[in-house]
């Protein structure tokens, strides 16, 4: 048996050996991973601006600021996340992740933060990550109130830390954080990567002041940036970004603040490591824009989720090829039996249309206001301004020559044309000459 004792010694001392290797040697971990799908989908929207229930009580403070929220719906925001919710764990197959880029509160007060992070919940308990990058809106925000009688009361901030505890989905599955920003990085599978960046500038302490409309990313960030992009490249995935603030002028009169201080210097950085597809917020428009060359990315921006049509978008990925499309949310599943008799949920979409409407016909009427003609033109000329605003900012702009001539021949057109300011905002919104901004199929790679 001695034969088998030296063999005995012999497998044990290679035992060993290999275990004293790898103590010595510097394991390389797998990457966590959201799904091992090369199929996957995730649903992403933008500006929910959701204010918590609890902070306001319809009374006259609150309508007076309801009046003021420039079309966004601020009374059924908790029947429309409910609605999203259902639709997203009651799509076949469910999205991976639900992606949410910035301003998700209606004034950065923490407690709304912590009812929208309630009201998602179901979605994480189900398997679906909830990833959300912040908004101008939503960190120290200094508008932060609660609305009682006819009083707005201060309340407490949303600060970086508590951020990143009320959405800690995206942070506890995150391969990397930015140290200087409350961006990060997820695998998303074998072949993408997801970069949320926090493109906002806000105090790093509570503040007062109101909110920051304008973004940029900071030094330290962008070398944080360059370096989740290059080890992307290394292990062969393709990286897609998310932020608030725009990449690209989405709007010839409506742009400043809205994009990015530093954008030329991000546009070069992602051109040179190939993002395909950037996804942002802020404008509250739906609009889907090409770079100046094939090389850089195309940037789609998710009009508000408090807006007319309470829209996401629905993508779907392979590893070469990314699909979008544009939903509307649909509330009725969710309504309860009281509900189901009130008409502006009966007929929601019907309801935000006509909220939206209100909004650019106000300016349509405020322009005219020290104009001589008869009351006939003058409603054609708000109602004309209205509709053709709305269509905007839906992403129902992608019209052709002849449907643009079309409407410039009607009574409400002329009527409009004749007040420069409005005639400069017209042709900036008449015609969308660029993408589809509701459907779209996008190589990756």
């Known amino acids: ?105 209606f004034n950065g007060a923490k407690a709304s933060a912590q009812s929208l992070a309630k009201r998602l919940a179901p979605l ?11 908004g101008n809106h939503d960190i120290y925000d200094g508008w932060a109130r609660k609305y009682q009688g006819n009083r707005q009361l201060r309340v407490a901030h949303i600060s970086p830390t508590d951020w990143r505890n009320i959405f800690s989905d995206g942070y506890r599955n995150e391969t990397s954080e930015d140290a200087d920003s409350l961006s990060y990085t997820v695998t998303l599978n074998r072949d993408y990567q997801l970069i949320m960046l926090d493109s906002n500038i806000y105090t ?7 909110p920051n409309t304008g973004g940029e990313l900071k030094p330290a960030t962008m070398s944080w940036l360059r370096s989740q992009l290059a080890a992307a490249k290394k292990a062969g ?21 809205y994009v990015l201080n530093n954008a030329p210097q991000l546009r070069k950085l992602l051109t040179q490591y190939h993002v395909p597809v950037v996804f942002s917020g802020h404008i509250h428009a739906q609009d889907i824009k090409s770079g100046s060359t094939a090389a850089e990315p195309v940037e789609i921006v998710d009009g508000a989720f408090s807006i007319s049509p309470a829209g996401y978008g629905v993508v779907q990925l ?16 969710v309504l309860t ?29 405020n322009s005219l206001f020290d104009h001589q003609m008869s009351e006939r033109k ?16 839906t992403g129902q702009d992608d019209i052709s020559n002849a449907a643009a001539a079309k409407l410039r021949a009607t009574t409400g057109y002329q009527v409009d044309d004749q007040v420069p300011s409005i005639h400069r905002y017209m042709k900036s919104i008449m015609q969308d000459k660029d993408r589809n901004d509701l459907h779209q199929v996008i190589p990756t790679k």
Do not use: C
């Not at 590893?319 to 009725?332: C, E, F, I, K, S």
């Not at 003058?378 to 900012?393: C, D, H, T, Y």
């Open 237 to 257: 995935r393709t990286s897609l970004v998310f932020m608030h603030h725009n990449l690209y002028t989405h709007n010839a009169m409506v742009n400043r603040g």
């Open 337 to 365: 039996a009281k509900q189901k008799h009130n008409p502006d949920l009966m007929h929601y979409q019907a309801y935000l249309k006509k909220l939206f409407l209100q909004n650019g016909e106000a300016l349509a009427v």
């Open 124 to 134: 994480q308990k189900a398997g679906i990550h909830v990833l959300v990058t912040p």
């Open 1 to 105: 048996m001695k034969w088998f004792g030296k063999i005995l010694s012999a497998l044990l001392a290679m035992s060993l050996l290999a275990w004293g290797l790898t103590l010595a040697t510097p394991q390389r971990t797998a990457a966590k991973v959201l799904t091992q799908s090369r199929t996957p989908s995730f649903w992403v929207l933008s500006d929910s601006h959701f204010i918590a229930p609890a902070l306001h009580d319809h009374q006259a403070a609150y309508r007076e600021i309801a009046r003021s929220a420039a079309g966004k719906d601020v009374d059924y925001q908790p029947v429309a996340i409910r609605a999203l919710v259902h639709e997203a764990l009651t799509a076949r197959p469910r999205p991976t992740a639900v992606i949410i880029t910035g301003d998700v509160t």
């Open 378 to 393: 003058r409603e054609a000329g708000v109602k004309f301004l209205g509709e053709l605003n709305w269509r905007f900012f």
């Open 318 to 333: 392979t590893p070469n090829q990314l699909t979008y499309d544009r939903q509307a949310v649909n509330v009725r599943p």
């Open 204 to 210: 790093v302490q509570p503040s007062n002041r109101n």
